[in-house]
């Protein structure tokens, strides 16, 4: 009885289909690294065959900027694999993007709009990837709720 009242963290997550949520926020942490490789990339390309100010910089901002991808990438991934793991990346991720947003949205600039789109798709993501339906279809027992 005890194991029906506690299932395994992988019982839960194969069990049904993926709630819409789940995959919301996999979307989102999915547009995120895309928009990231997007940016890094324009920077690296402009850096290499534009004439920035400093090359340098131009070019490890459009490295870092993809390698800083690769984190919101794969947890988009794993989300969609229902893999508890990916939910803390996800969370940095948006964790990560906030301050982000709010220097866009201080800024005088057309950065403004950008920081807006920014801010509630990472306060979305947020708000899918704390949901109760979320934490149980990734089988992301609370505290309290260990298995004996």
Request: proline fraction near 7%; hydrophobic fraction near 55%; glycine fraction near 12%.
């Amino acid at each position: 009885m005890s194991s029906e009242r506690n299932p395994t963290p992988e019982a839960v997550a194969e069990a049904g289909p993926r709630p819409g949520r789940l995959t919301a926020a996999a979307a989102l942490a999915a547009l995120e690294g895309l928009a990231l490789v997007v940016g890094g990339a324009w920077m690296l390309v402009g850096g290499l065959t534009g004439h920035p100010d400093d090359r340098t910089s131009a070019v490890t901002g459009g490295v870092t900027l993809i390698v800083l991808a690769l984190l919101p990438l794969l947890a988009a991934r794993g989300l969609l694999a229902r893999r508890g793991w990916s939910r803390g990346p996800a969370i940095i991720t948006q964790i990560m993007a906030l301050p982000v947003a709010y220097n866009m949205l201080n800024a005088d600039t057309v950065a403004i709009p950008a920081g807006i789109v920014l801010a509630v798709v990472a306060v979305t993501a947020l708000v899918l990837l704390v949901n109760p339906a979320t934490t149980r279809a990734l089988g992301i027992r609370g505290p309290g709720n260990a298995q004996k």
